[in-house]
């Protein structure tokens, strides 16, 4: 495996000393000005921070830390750079997964710099250990869990996959990483379930973990929080998707399977924001679930059955006070009809968060 020169790489750590995690690979059957031009697209149409470009090399911020190309004879040589190890781990399966759509055939050769972590659990995954489990007003629960390594989960990403086991299964499958460090998930009947959940509370001094549930009749967690003892093993797989707004300025909507988020979410934002947070719930859910509002941000309830439109409620609004960040999480449908509404009007995507948290059968 052909690695980056060592001077170039010494330079790189000095210029970004804020992302100290660090893999280099080779990539054959692709050349350097195809990757060069691609990734100034990227850059262009994403808003992504440019370090370096030149006809040696290129250096790109993304969300989670620093991609780099550079010449490497017949081929490329890829550097991801990050924070912490979850994120290189997200960016080596980013690159991985690009890969594979515009080279396949590289993508089975590619070898990571640092120690052989193949058939290892990848970084981002980690075991659990269920401590309790307490009702939450009338339609959620809140599971308290102990993890070992809890260093990864800060306010710019708030989110995590639960990882649990098929129902009834004795022997259960793992992730593990392949040679190209890409993680393998377990198929056929051990196939695990990956829902997204809200960090609630989070004590790295403790190493816990609150998450809440939603209880919804036929829902996989649903049944697993009924049953579940303490003592428990499940896995987290994370932090994943948005953290905390980095804004004063609100306009929130959200449905029950969103209230855990929006709830953390308000808790940081400063004290003197302002705004409106919509939410949409069953009747009497207003009851059901505790979010704690700063003082300028009102709050409007609206029971499903009556019919508002949450997607035509958030974009009416959004049109009177574009200047707030929009924060939408709902039903599939609904989210795709704001999220398509936004780029139409040119909204921009660092002053939004529209994500779908569950869809219709």
């Given amino acids: 495996m052909a690695l980056a020169d060592p001077a170039r790489a010494k330079e790189a750590v000095t210029l970004h000393p804020d992302f100290p995690q660090r893999s280099e690979t080779y990539i054959r059957g692709l050349t350097f000005n195809a990757i ?56 080596k399966e980013g690159l991985v997964e690009r890969l594979g759509q515009v080279a396949p055939d590289s993508v089975d050769g590619l070898r990571w710099s640092g120690s052989d972590q193949a058939g290892k659990h990848p970084a981002n ?53 392949a040679a190209n460090g890409t993680a393998v998930w377990p198929k056929g009947d051990q196939t695990l379930h990956r829902p997204v959940y809200t960090v609630r509370m989070l004590d790295h001094a403790t190493g816990t973990l609150d998450f809440d549930v939603f209880l919804h009749e036929g829902g996989r ?42 709830a953390r979410i308000l808790e940081n934002l400063p004290c003197d924001s302002v705004g409106q947070v919509t939410l949409f719930a069953d009747a009497g859910a207003e009851c059901a679930y505790p979010i704690h509002f700063p003082d300028g941000i009102s709050v409007k309830w609206h029971i499903r059955a009556d019919g508002t439109d ?49 869809s219709r059968p």
């Fill in 36 to 91: 060069r031009m691609h990734l100034r697209h990227e850059a262009s149409t994403r808003d992504l921070k440019v370090h370096t470009d030149s006809d040696a090399g290129i250096t790109v911020q993304l969300a989670r830390g620093l991609l780099s190309f550079s010449r490497a004879g017949a081929g490329v040589q890829a550097r991801v750079q990050a924070p912490r190890p979850e994120w290189l781990q997200v960016l």
């Fill in 125 to 177: 995954f980690h075991f659990a250990r269920v401590l309790s489990v307490t009702p939450l007003g009338r339609a959620f629960v809140r599971v308290r869990a102990s993890v070992k390594d809890l260093s990864g989960f800060q306010d710019d990403a708030i989110h995590f996959r639960l990882v649990l086991p098929p129902e009834g299964a004795t022997a259960v499958q793992w992730p593990t990483l």
């Fill in 221 to 262: 967690v649903t049944n697993w929080v009924h049953t579940v003892l303490p003592g428990a093993t499940f896995g987290i797989s994370g932090p994943v998707g948005g953290g905390i707004p980095q804004t004063a300025r609100l306009l929130a909507y959200a449905d029950e399977t969103a209230f855990p988020a929006l």
């Fill in 310 to 358: 949450l997607a035509d409620l958030a974009l009416a609004d959004h049109s009177k006070r574009p200047d707030h960040f929009l924060w939408v999480a709902s039903e599939k449908s609904e989210v795709q009809r704001v999220r398509a509404a936004f780029k139409d009007n040119n909204g921009d995507p660092a002053q939004a968060y529209i994500s779908a948290y569950w």
